[in-house]
């Protein structure tokens, strides 16, 4: 089983930025695909970005595309959620996730989750 702590999360105006850090140990980093995933308030878990094991593949929501960028750091076994003209609408618990397969491209790829970080963007 792999543990996953996330950081980053906070309080930002729309048009802002932030970077979440998920920290993952229990298993070789660079074994597994990661990915992140938010829940707004109300609403359904969804898929946000994933990454492949050696980071050279990255796939994206269609909601995010443009504006997030994920990344991977297999020697700190750390993945990083650049996010980039946030929007009130991306105001969500931000869910880092990893995976055991070559998959990565949508939440059920993923077996094992963090905590969640909070984001919130004010308009």
């Known amino acids: 089983q792999v543990q996953l702590v996330e950081s980053g999360g906070g309080l930002v105006q729309a048009g802002g930025s932030l970077r979440l850090a998920c920290a993952a140990s229990g298993r070789t980093f660079s074994t597994i695909t990661m990915g992140w995933v938010r829940q707004a308030p109300g609403k359904e878990r969804e898929f946000v970005a994933g990454?492949?094991?050696?980071?050279?593949?990255?796939y994206y929501a269609a909601s995010v595309k443009g504006r997030f960028t994920i990344s991977r750091d297999n020697a700190k076994n750390t993945v990083y959620l650049q996010m980039n003209s946030l929007k009130p609408l991306d105001t969500a618990v931000y869910y880092c996730?990893?995976?055991?397969?070559?998959?990565?491209?949508?939440?059920?790829?993923?077996?094992?989750w963090g905590q969640g970080t909070q984001v919130t963007v004010s308009s």
């Open positions: 990454i492949s094991r050696s980071g050279g593949s990255t």
């Open positions: 996730a990893a995976g055991a397969t070559y998959h990565y491209t949508d939440q059920g790829d993923f077996s094992s």
